[in-house]
Nanobody, 124 residues
Framework: VQLQASGGGLVQAGGLLRLSCSTS????????LGWFRQAPGKEREFVSA????????YYADSVKGRFTISRDNAKNTVFLQMNSLNVEDTAIYYC??????????????????WGQGTLVTVSS
């Protein structure tokens, strides 16, 4: 497995979760890593991303101020800290990696490697 996402689960609205994405299985050092999510009946959408060099971060408006993306270089892992979760955050969350520098870090089609997804369910 090239990308291993974990940390999903069931949480009440207002709660928090931390997702992890291990990149240890990648054959390359990623230039950027993104988190995307797909809710039932909806299209996949961008959540957050980080550029490995420099640590520049990007967020969807819907999660800005609630979610924080970070990386641990030593552990080759990227984290997504999700606070103040609401039912609209319920989705399968996927991490994705790219070796190339992306022209649009929010564009899912530009990522070359995807993890298997981890389910986040927020109850009201």
């Amino acid at each position: 497995v090239q990308l291993q996402a974990s940390g999903g689960g069931l949480v009440q609205a207002g709660g928090l979760l931390r997702l992890s994405c291990s990149t240890s299985g990648l054959a390359f050092r990623p230039t950027q890593l993104g988190w995307f999510r797909q809710a039932p009946g909806k299209e996949r959408e961008f959540v957050s991303a980080i550029r490995w060099n420099g640590g520049y971060t990007y967020y969807a408006d819907s999660v800005k101020g609630r979610f924080t993306i970070s990386r641990d270089n030593a552990k080759n892992t990227v984290f997504l800290q999700m606070n103040s979760l609401n039912v609209e955050d319920t989705a399968i969350y996927y991490c994705a990696a790219s070796k190339a520098v992306l022209s649009s870090i929010r564009d899912a089609q530009q990522y070359s490697v995807w993890g298997q997804g981890t389910l986040v369910t927020v109850s009201s």
